[in-house]
């Protein structure tokens, strides 16, 4: 059974910086896993989920244009953990921050729906 498992969120001010980490277990032994891409998104009450960043095996980490520069997405595949840094964090950032797996690659990467795996979010709150 695969599990996603987020955690590093809590509150900051303007400016601060949050370093969340999703640790993936359970993860089905297969040839192409390395291939299938993994992804934060977010989620803020009142508004759709949106993707933050993802990394795909053909063009490797890609940003939403709303944290580019500020967002930094890394994966540790001995530790079977995802990373998100955040640094500049704004008050717009706030939200529910999900990490998602096996969402494919190319432009399927884009799309939550593609995901197969999900975690159970860990919020992020940032004040101005």
């Known amino acids: 059974q695969v599990q996603l498992v987020e955690s590093g969120g809590g509150s900051v001010q303007a400016g601060g910086s949050l370093k969340l980490s999703c640790l993936v277990s359970g993860y089905p032994k297969r040839t192409d896993d390395y291939i299938s891409c993994r992804a934060w998104f977010r989620q803020a009450p009142g508004k759709e989920r949106e993707r933050v960043a993802h990394i795909d095996y053909d063009t490797g980490a890609m940003y939403a244009d709303s944290v580019k520069g500020r967002f930094t997405i890394s994966q540790d595949n001995a530790k079977n953990t995802l990373y998100l840094q955040m640094n500049l964090l704004k008050p717009e950032d706030t939200a529910m921050y999900y990490c998602?797996?096996?969402?494919?690659?190319?432009?399927?990467?884009?799309?939550?729906?593609?995901?197969?795996?999900w975690g159970q979010g860990t919020q992020v709150t940032v004040s101005s």
């Open positions: 998602a797996a096996d969402g494919g690659r190319g432009g399927y990467c884009y799309y939550s729906k593609n995901y197969d795996y």
